[in-house]
């Protein structure tokens, strides 16, 4: 599937110089936002920001842009809370 949105030139030229490279660039930023909110997996963020479905390969490229594990979008209800009372202070 593909979306078409309009940004202002000073801002394309932001996520690059040329048409795959600012694709790549809003697709990146677009899976690292969804996986932030929790809404998809390590390894749908992976896939979508293009670096493939292995756990590890997802976890660097998550880890590069200092974004912390997302517990909600990775784990089941049970192991949610399960992670949650381990993480409490």
């Not at 909110?37 to 880890?63: H, K, N, P, Q, S």
Request: net charge negative; charged share 30%.
């Amino acid at each position: 599937m593909g979306i078409t949105i309009t940004i202002p030139e000073e801002v394309a030229c932001i996520l690059g110089s040329g048409q795959k490279e600012r694709e790549q660039r809003a697709c990146e930023s677009i899976a690292l936002e969804l996986y932030r909110e929790g809404r998809i997996t390590l390894r749908t963020m992976g896939r979508l920001a293009g670096v493939g479905e292995d756990y590890w390969a997802a976890d660097a490229f998550r880890a590069r842009h200092g974004l912390p594990v997302s517990i909600e979008a990775d784990g089941t209800e049970n192991e949610t809370a399960a992670i949650r009372l381990l993480l409490e202070p």
